[in-house]
């Protein structure tokens, strides 16, 4: 972690479908919910393993992170200037670094956590929004 910039050429490599940020910070109820009752789940690993980069980015942090751009940031100041003013924030992006889908808050099952991957995935954020393709009953 720390240079996006490698980390889309690496999700090319690989055949990923896009990049997702994982926005967190220390004492969020939300973030905790996701870690304790969603990303510790085999097949939420094994879905967004296949199809997504994943990386978390603590929005306090100093650690130095480099943009797709290959601009210098910390985490901080790189959440600062994408306007994250809630956690847990998801943010993907497609394999050229250009921002596809933001979510903030929860989900509140590994079904919507995974629901919301096929949305990416499949390509509806193109069409519709994720309250939009939840109401629709994609499965």
């Known amino acids: 972690m720390g240079d996006l910039k490698t980390e889309l050429a690496d999700a090319r490599a690989e ?9 967190e910070q220390e004492g969020c109820p939300g973030c905790r919910h996701m870690k304790q009752n969603i990303f ?25 992170l480099r943009d797709f751009a290959g601009r210098e940031f910390t985490e901080k100041t790189y959440t ?16 050229s670094g250009a921002e596809i889908v933001r979510v903030v808050g ?8 995974l629901l919301l991957g096929r949305f990416v995935a499949s390509g509806a954020y193109k069409n519709s929004t994720f309250a939009q393709y939840k109401t629709a009953g994609q499965r």
Not at 15 to 23: D, E, W
Not at 106 to 113: I, L, M, V
């Open 106 to 113: 929860p989900t509140q099952t590994p079904q919507e956590f």
């Open 15 to 23: 055949g990923k479908r896009a990049i997702l940020l994982f926005f």
């Open 80 to 95: 600062q200037s994408l306007k994250i003013r809630a956690t847990p924030t998801f943010v993907f992006y497609d394999l």
């Open 40 to 64: 510790n789940r085999s097949d939420v690993q094994a879905y967004y393993g296949e199809n997504f980069v994943s990386l978390p980015v603590d929005i306090y942090s100093s650690v130095p």
